[in-house]
């Protein structure tokens, strides 16, 4: 600032007035957005339906009439004053992201896509929304710090945007994770938790659905398997018969937890773990259920808890504790599976979360035990929802994976429905500072995945995330996150096949020589 002759000798005050109207300017620039003009293009998906434009759900999610329009720079206008009123406020399809000019109709898009057809009678616009201001640390979901020189975030490894409430997923390698073969045909996996052993591998518990069989066919023939890899970011193989299988059909869901005496803790969900006589119910040939077979979406078994001490000579896991039922006392108020995952604090009690179904979808409930080891201590808060209907609307979430970051703050990743169960918005984040009231922040991740090869694949369904903190000399900031991922479409080709999706996060990684480029999903 330049003060004025009459002004030096009142310096400090025209500096802080001087400074404030410069702030001021500088944000109402800020929120300016820019707006970038292209002739002769259209970002409205084609009308090949035939169907009144814009057309059913899910298209309709994102695709909005904005109305008559005179001309371009109105449609433009009609955008950036638009407001998404039917939607979560922190789903990120709030406002509008690009306009399409064409025929006196303005129609907008509220996601970020931006993938232009040619249209000799429209033209388009996209909107490049400035950063939002933070105000204190919360601001920044707690994955990162307000920055007091330019009230923006700035966010910790692993998390990006303005909010860092996204992570940073980079571009997955083939053959990571776990894809499971056996006899020349596909063994459908669903989401695998990690952990680093004693031993300093990286260990993996997994559903797997058996007799070759999709996702679909689960409560009939899951079960859950372990698979190790020597590096977080790996291949997971699983470990040869009899220790490959942990608990049996039908056991599905496995959770990990690290209690502060060593042990390894898995919850689980299951029918009788300790009755390994169980027939599957399904037979299939390709990792896709069968017509034949009995399709069960949703599942009413309990959940379970074992453990595991270390082995002393190997530094990996020794025997299985006996599986103890939990919430034996209170199944009367839990119509589904729970979901259930737990963070195990230093004195052994537990803060975790679980769903139930609701009035109003999938519904996320606090639970909480004074002793790790005693179910009878496990109770949860099944009348009150965690998160508001507005925030959490329509199907709600699922597949909690709940860690204690910096400061001691809690974590929650999910498979996110906010929308209908849109896979486009399928993963969410929510954090605590007590672990007993939680704040959702919106959507974590998508189902569009690319891949170091440079191939993109989006998958129909993206559920049971887990984090992988790989890096014990980092110990709060995620390496990876695993998923159960369908490649087929629910119905066609590939039906309801999966497997056990890997994603770095934060950095790259490359893949090995012998990487398949030439994979497909059939």
Known sequence: CTLPPKMVRQPLAACVACASALAAAAQAVQLSPEVRVYSGVSNVPANTTGVKWPPPAPISHIIKNLG????LKTCEAACLSYRNMGVSPVSGWTRCQSFTYANSTCTGRVDATWSPRTDGSASS????????HCRTDRDCSLNGVCSPATRYCQCYLGWRDDRCATLDVRPAVRKSGLRAVDGGA?????GGAVIRGDDGKFHMLASEITEHCGIDAWTSNSHVVHAVSDTPGGAYTRLPPPRREVFPVFSHEPNWARAPTGEYV?????????NHSVTPGCRCTDGSTGANCPRMPWGTAPSWLSYSSPDPTSGGLGPWSRPVKLFEAEQGMIDADTNLAIVILPNGSVVGLARTSGDHGITIHLVTATDWRNPATYTGRWGTSLFDNITVPDAGLEDPFVWVGRGGVFHAVFHNQIEKDDERLCGGHAFSEDGLKWTFTGTAFNNTVKFTDGGVYTFSRMERPHLIFGDPTRPFDPTHITTGVQY????????????TLLQPIGRDEVAAPDDDASETFQ
Not at 125 to 132: E, I, K, N, T, Y
């Open 68 to 71: 008559p329009a005179v001309n």
């Open 125 to 132: 616009g996209r909107v490049l929304w400035p950063p939002s």
């Open 186 to 190: 596909n063994t459908s996996t669903w």
């Open 266 to 274: 898995v919850i689980f969900t299951a029918n009788d773990p300790s």
């Open 488 to 499: 087929g479409d629910g119905v066609g080709v590939g039906g309801d096949a999966c497997y």
